[in-house]
């Protein structure tokens, strides 16, 4: 095992692409951390989910000092055709809904987005223009069981089981800009990209692109969250 070196997110700044997008799909309630490690090099956080999970806003508050919370929960209109969860064999579908708040900085008048996209992850993914090039994707705790959405985010068709629906690993690298980070724990890594489950090597090639392993996210539950830098070859 290789020592993952804890490292400031600023740090980055110079590094990666600016105002982007942290999309997040099957985020469940694992709101706070991410805004909290991110928000200094992002600005639209996008969570999609079946779920739909309220943001504790007097957490959130805690960590975006300087900020106010100047719009809450506003509904945002869809494209009538995924105005329906898709049916992806696990819900009712319901009708899907998708919310904004923004935050404001008081000082600079910096403005960060928040979406809370009540939909499946890869319908947003394809269709919405906001996730058309992104920033970071984010993507942990997941699985195939129990709770678990059961979607490859990091697979390729190559993995294709019955306990899996989806292979999207390249929808995912398609909309990454250049340098962009994907942040994980390795959930739902199918055999081509298991390193972002192992955590065991710094860099690693992969087709025409290139996975630099940064560092982890540190808190404590962030403790197995490890950030990967993707370049071109
Ligand atoms: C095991 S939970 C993980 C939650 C979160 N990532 C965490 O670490 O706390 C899986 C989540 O995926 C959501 N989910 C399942 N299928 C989905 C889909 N097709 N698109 C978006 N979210 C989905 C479920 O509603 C559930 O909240």
Known sequence: MIKIIDFKIR???????????????CCGSDFISPIAS???????????????????????????????LVSNNVKVKFP????????????????AEKYLDVWKNIKTGREIKIYRVIQDGLTMLLYDPILSQIGIFFYRGDGSGDGGSGIGWLMTDKDKTESYL??????????????????????NSGVEYRFFYDKNKYD??????????L????????????VWQVSSV
């Open 11 to 25: 740090d980055l700044n110079d590094k990666i692409p600016h105002n982007k997008t942290l999309f997040y799909p």
């Open 38 to 68: 991110f928000h200094d090099i992002i600005d639209t956080f996008y969570f999609c989910c079946l779920e739909d999970q309220q943001i504790d806003n007097t957490e959130l508050q805690k960590w975006l000092l300087g900020f106010k």
């Open 166 to 187: 989806e292979y999207n690993i390249h929808h995912v690298l398609q909309r990454l800009s250049e340098n962009g980070l994907i942040v994980t724990d390795g959930s």
């Open 204 to 213: 690693i090639k992969r087709n025409d692109k290139i996975f630099h392993c």
């Open 215 to 226: 560092g982890k996210i540190s808190s404590s539950r962030d403790n197995q969250t490890v």
């Open 80 to 95: 009538v055709k995924h105005t329906k969860i898709e049916n992806r064999g696990y819900n009712e579908q319901k009708k």
